[in-house]
Every structure is written in structure tokens, then in C-alpha cells.
């Protein structure tokens, strides 16, 4: 098992360009989570979904991100336009439920200068 | 949702135990107790959970208090890779893990 799979793994990009992180969950877990990890406000949940469907999006920040999961294997987050303090490490985790812990991926450290 | 109190920072020699306090003095019969840590430039990673009863597995062992009002994580021989931040979390199996500030545990050779 490859684990939690996300792309880019470094991401720089100028201030009003659009940005899309991308996550692949383990196959067979039906929870996909998106974190923000930053040094001032530690992690962030932004969105999860149950079933490919958007749960709760209480945590996204403003009408500039937006998440989609067209289908089981594939998350994708987009910031647009993307501003420097979106500055941050975006995880993606998945889960058969909580009980059943979450499995991280690496992270996608996004810089937008 | 029900809090988590945690020492920001610990340290610990190498290869002996460590016990990492949390208080969740607020906490509902429904709540489960998790702990995840983070190691430098790494996602969160799973160690352990629990609801009631005291858990065990390879990782790590969970102390849980038997008014639950308190728990404690226990590495039981730290090494060098145990060098993280551990983050207690409650959670009432609505699958939204809420990470507070954690402990940054630091292991002396």
C-alpha cells in the first residue's frame, strides 16, 4: 500500500495565480480529509468528505478554495486567486472512520511570494 | 467541542520511559481519546485510541483515567526517531479530528 499520495510535494507560485493540490486516499477509505498546517495557527481542518461528498467545509477559509472528489481515488483542493498568506503545508488524509485512525500523506508545502 | 490540555514540551532520555500527560477535564461519555504525532517535516501519524479501558499496542501504551477526565501516553523506552510533536485529540466518532497545540517531545542522547 502507497499510502495517502499528494502532488505537488513543493509548490511556488506568485500571488493571484491559481493553485491545485491533489490527493490520492488509500483505496478502500471512504473519509478524505484536507488539512493547513501553518507555524501560527498549527493544523486546520479545511474540508472533508464521506462517500466522495463534501461533509462539513466549515474549515475553508474564504470563497477562494474550493475542493472537489469526482471519485473514490482523487481529491483535488484549489485556491484561486492564491495570496501569500495561503502560505502553508496542505495535508491530505483518509480514514475508514476515525476509529480506525487517519493516514497523512506527505504534505504539500505551498508558497505563494 | 471538548478541549485538550497539553505541556507544550517535554524532554526525555533516551530509552527510558516517557509519559505524555493530557487533561480533557471536559469531556462526554461519547468522547474517544486519540493520540497522533508528527515528526519533523511529516504528516500526523497515528499512534493510539481509546475510549475507556487502558490500550496497549506496538507503538505505545494509553493510561486512561477512571474518571476520564485525564490520560497519559506512554512510550515505554524512547528512542531518537520518538522525537516529535504528540497531539491528544477527542473526538465523538463524528470524524473530525481536532488538533490542538500538542507536546514537542525531545529525546537526549
Known amino acids: 500500500d502507497a499510502g495517502v499520495i499528494q502532488s505537488p510535494r513543493h509548490e511556488v507560485t506568485e500571488m493571484g495565480q491559481e493553485v491545485t493540490l491533489r490527493c490520492k486516499p488509500i483505496s478502500g477509505h471512504d473519509y478524505l480529509f484536507w488539512y493547513r498546517q501553518t507555524m501560527m495557527r498549527g493544523l486546520e481542518l479545511l474540508i472533508y468528505f464521506n462517500n466522495n461528498v463534501p461533509i462539513d467545509d466549515s474549515g475553508m477559509p474564504e470563497d477562494r478554495f474550493s475542493a472537489k472528489m469526482p471519485n473514490a481515488s482523487f481529491s483535488t483542493l484549489k485556491i484561486q486567486p492564491s495570496e501569500p498568506r495561503d502560505s502553508a503545508v496542505y495535508f491530505c488524509?483518509?480514514?475508514?472512520?476515525?476509529?480506525?485512525?487517519?493516514?497523512f500523506g506527505s504534505g504539500t508545502r505551498l508558497t505563494v511570494v | 467541542d471538548a478541549k485538550t490540555t497539553q505541556p507544550n514540551s517535554m524532554e526525555s532520555n533516551e530509552e527510558e520511559p516517557v509519559h505524555l500527560p493530557c487533561n480533557h477535564s471536559t469531556i462526554s461519555g461519547t468522547d474517544y481519546i486519540h493520540w497522533y504525532r508528527q515528526l519533523p517535516s511529516q504528516g500526523p501519524e497515528y499512534v493510539i485510541h481509546g475510549l475507556t479501558s487502558n490500550v496497549n499496542n506496538r507503538m505505545a501504551s494509553l493510561a486512561i483515567a477512571e474518571d476520564r477526565k485525564s490520560s497519559t501516553l506512554i512510550l515505554h523506552r524512547a528512542t531518537l526517531r520518538d522525537a516529535a510533536v504528540y497531539y491528544c485529540?477527542?473526538?465523538?466518532?463524528?470524524?473530525?479530528?481536532?488538533f490542538g497545540g500538542g507536546t514537542r517531545l525531545m529525546v537526549k542522547p
Open positions: 488524509a483518509s480514514s475508514s472512520g476515525a476509529n480506525y485512525g487517519y493516514t
Open positions: 485529540i477527542l473526538d465523538n466518532a463524528g470524524n473530525m479530528l481536532t
